[in-house]
């Protein structure tokens, strides 16, 4: 998925001695094609899904750590981009009430 809103995907936290960053970024992906059976399939994340028209999920992609590491990632599967954007709003509202700046 195209950063078309222009929204930052890093983030950095160098105030005292903490010298964290953090990254995010949803991806747009197509179902699997053993998911448009109709039947229900359980992801990841535990959510379930059934047959429908939307035939796309996002992934949240979510990474932090010290700077200069490789830091952890995290991922959340969801089907609707609304609430994939609203999420991810939500974390960037959260993280630069903490300190985080955007980078990039």
Sequence with gaps: M?????RPVYW???NGDSHK???A?????ELPDDSLTGNSTSVPN???Y???STKKQYVLVRKWG???????TMEQIMFDKYEAEKELDRLIY???AKGYNSKF
């Design 50 to 52: 059934t047959h429908t």
């Design 94 to 96: 959260s993280k630069e």
């Design 2 to 6: 195209k950063n078309d809103n222009k």
């Design 21 to 23: 960053f953090w990254a």
């Design 66 to 72: 010290k700077i200069g590491t490789k830091g952890q």
């Design 12 to 14: 950095e936290n160098t």
């Design 46 to 48: 535990g959510d379930y």
């Design 25 to 29: 970024h949803i991806i747009e992906q």
